[in-house]
């Protein structure tokens, strides 16, 4: 007989999760979560594909019918969008600025692509010159791809111009939404992206596990021309299409449970409007940055560059970053994200993602801080930050 | 301002899962999927990462260090257990005799190998001098590769015989392990099985969305012998386990709620105990096989070679598959899988798995189906497969 293990592992403890993701979960997501599943070929379910497909193309801006979510993390979303589109020898330019540049590098460099990177310092987005610099070095580009908001960084990258340049060599211009889906615009159709993926752990706020992408009429041709077949199985969007499309022919079992959260979580999105979804990311945001800056802190991403669910503060000189999460955690019990690569040490993460983006979770971090950074040597005002932002808010409240 | 969407999708109406998987999940699990989230390197995740391991090598029957949850459903443990294994040009021999063989073929051939197919009809076993036939048509056998329980037909494959044969090739040997983990014995370290994958939503009674896998010391060798990246970055097991391992780092960010479910499952799984368990999928499935039987129905895999949590049956002929399995649905909220590739019209596959396998489903099945098959013109006692199944149950009784 197996000894059942401890039982002092799970529940978990509460944590206000203000990292790069996942985020606070909505309670009518949690409920969905626990709904008692149906197979996934049961009418009932593909009743709820149907609304999920309609739902996640509101989302993206875009009438794509090929809007789906891929049984995995966002990872997965962004291996299942490169090793459909790209086949051995095709040239990719990769815009690389952070930790999902790098990655997007290493997964086309695997599907046998040949990577031109457009690259920026961490922290700083890729400038038109640079696109143009990298696909200058091609004869004939099959991708262009940009991070929308770079995670790892904090970093918002313009997409506008980049989208002409790409068809204007050819190329079907690719995006990483992960991070920004839900928490500011992200306009398929109109910004003419021709392949997208996201994750539902941030903006979204639903828990990881899915990853939504939509291919337009120029990337289902390119799919329908390979001229072999999808290197993986599980991500082949020539088979997937065939489950999630009319056909209802079997592929994988679909993560029901996950697919029951993304549903509702696409309804709580949707019944706040993107418009009132998108300022409410932005005033937390402001406010945040406000309160930083009150405590004397610095952001590490220039204004006009910076992200709204995703803020990047520089710690300060002879700060201990991990005693400080540290503690956030154990006596505050708040999550926020250390820095990566060459950030690593030198930022913190600070996540205002979907439900996590609320004024009382900024003030809530902003007194924490206020707290902890004078014990390790930093000389500030405590309470000063937690007022800043209280100020943003009245003011906000004002004009409305 | 976005329209939700029409709220009569969700939830979905109640189910009794008695189908190829998604099975009844345990009302424990389903309160742990709920369960508010905590990042995906927060020490409480940690924590219950190092127990699910524990966990999942119990169940395996292992010591295998690298045993672990693949953030994906069965097909993704399936592709992810064959591409960090082959590199292109190695030779495989795949035993196919469904669906899974079949897939696992299409999947190895995407990864650059030779594939040789061991195969026998759908609906039997494969032979030891079958598997030596392929075995003889190899140069340098990589992998060979059985699945222990064929859920497209409901065999069960013996597995000793063929891992000696591999292992004298010097080949290692690999199993799919998806629909028997849980239900009937698997023991990856005493068979001498070099690597396995699972799936959670099988009869260990979890939602579909993680696959269990696990590599021994010779697979890992083969691992870190690899003159070449794996292909498929989100499955690429030498990165996995540095997150899953002491180093901790991060990979993508793991399907933190699913997680949650799979530990709480794998917590009931072994509370029952290993053997209890086993012998109730197996009197589940001999008192099903007596019901239909005495309802006049034939089974289609030869005694023997039946697997207990997955029970083909012949479709009576004049009897309407699709009708049958329709009212099933509609009138008694039970679902049932249909025959898959040259079985589909011809079979039922009635899955009894981890929670779906309980005496009041087997005689709620079976009074539907002695109510429905009257009305299809199929001649029979309608009440004959409830009392055949309760006479199993009471000898079963007597003599515990």
Same mark, same amino acid.
Request: charged content about 20%.
């Given at each position: 007989m197996t000894v059942p293990p401890a039982s002092n592992v799970f529940p978990p403890p509460e944590r206000l999760l203000l990292g790069p993701g996942p985020s606070e979960v909505h309670p009518r997501v949690l409920a969905a979560l626990a709904t008692p599943l149906v197979g996934h070929l049961d009418p009932a379910f593909i009743a709820l594909m149907e609304e999920t497909k309609r739902m996640l193309r509101e989302v993206f801006g875009t009438?794509?019918?090929?809007?789906?979510?891929?049984?995995?993390?966002?990872?997965?979303?962004?291996?299942?969008?490169?090793?459909?589109?790209?086949?051995?020898?095709?040239?990719?330019?990769?815009?690389?600025?952070?930790?999902?540049?790098?990655?997007?590098?290493?997964?086309?460099?695997?599907?046998?692509?040949?990577v031109v990177k457009a690259e920026a310092p961490w922290g700083q987005a890729i400038s038109n010159d640079t696109?143009?610099?990298?696909?200058?070095?091609?004869?004939?580009?099959?991708?262009?791809?940009?991070?929308?908001?770079?995670?790892?960084?904090?970093?918002?990258?313009?997409?506008?111009?980049?989208?002409?340049?790409?068809?204007?060599?050819?190329?079907?211009?690719?995006?990483?939404?992960?991070?920004?889906?839900?928490?500011?615009?992200?306009?398929?159709?109109?910004?003419?992206?021709?392949?997208?993926y996201s994750g539902t752990q941030k903006c979204l706020s639903c828990p990881p596990g899915l990853s939504p992408v939509t291919f337009g009429p120029r990337a289902v041709e390119r799919l329908r021309a390979r001229t072999r077949k999808v290197q993986s199985?599980?991500?082949?969007?020539?088979?997937?299409?065939?489950?999630?499309?009319?056909?209802?022919?079997?592929? #994988?079992? $679909?993560?029901?449970?996950?697919?029951? @959260? *993304?549903?509702?979580?696409?309804? %709580? !999105?949707?019944? /706040?409007?993107?418009?009132?979804?998108?300022?409410?990311?932005?005033?937390? #945001?402001? $406010?945040?940055?406000?309160?930083?800056? @009150? *405590?004397?802190?610095?952001?590490? %991403? !220039?204004?006009? /560059?910076?992200?709204?669910?995703?803020?990047?503060v520089r710690i300060?000189?002879?700060?201990?970053?991990?005693?400080?999460?540290? @503690? *956030?955690?154990?006596?505050?019990?708040?999550?926020?994200?250390?820095?990566?690569?060459?950030?690593?040490?030198?930022?913190?993460?600070?996540?205002l993602m979907g439900e996590s983006s609320r004024p009382a979770n900024v003030t809530r971090l902003l007194a924490a801080l206020g707290r902890l950074l004078p014990r390790q040597g930093f000389a500030c005002d405590g309470a000063a930050g937690v007022t800043a932002a209280e100020q943003v808010y009245a003011s906000a409240a004002r004009k409305a």
């Open positions: 009438t794509n019918e090929l809007t789906i979510p891929i049984s995995g993390t966002g990872s997965a979303g962004l291996e299942a969008t490169i090793v459909n589109l790209v086949e051995p020898g095709d040239e990719v330019v990769i815009g690389v600025n952070g930790v999902f540049g790098t990655r997007l590098t290493d997964v086309a460099e695997r599907a046998g692509a040949t696109i143009a610099a990298a696909l200058a070095k091609t004869t004939k580009p099959r991708l262009v791809v940009l991070v929308h908001a770079e995670t790892s960084t904090g970093v918002w990258q313009p997409l506008e111009d980049a989208s002409r340049m790409a068809h204007e060599r050819g190329a079907l211009f690719v995006v990483d939404c992960v991070t920004s889906l839900g928490g500011c615009p992200v306009e398929i159709d109109r910004v003419d992206i021709d392949a997208a199985w599980y991500l082949d969007l020539t088979m997937l299409e065939k489950y999630w499309g009319e056909e209802r022919v079997y592929h #994988h079992t $679909a993560p029901i449970s996950m697919n029951y @959260a *993304l549903y509702e979580a696409l309804r %709580v !999105a949707l019944e /706040e409007g993107p418009e009132a979804r998108f300022a409410r990311h932005r005033l937390n #945001h402001e $406010a945040l940055v406000a309160g930083l800056e @009150a *405590l004397g802190l610095t952001m590490a %991403v !220039a204004v006009g /560059e910076r992200l709204w669910m995703l803020n990047s300060p000189a002879g700060v201990d970053d991990a005693a400080v999460r540290k @503690a *956030l955690l154990d006596e505050d019990h708040i999550e926020i994200g250390g820095g990566l690569g060459p950030m690593k040490g030198q930022t913190w993460r600070i996540g």
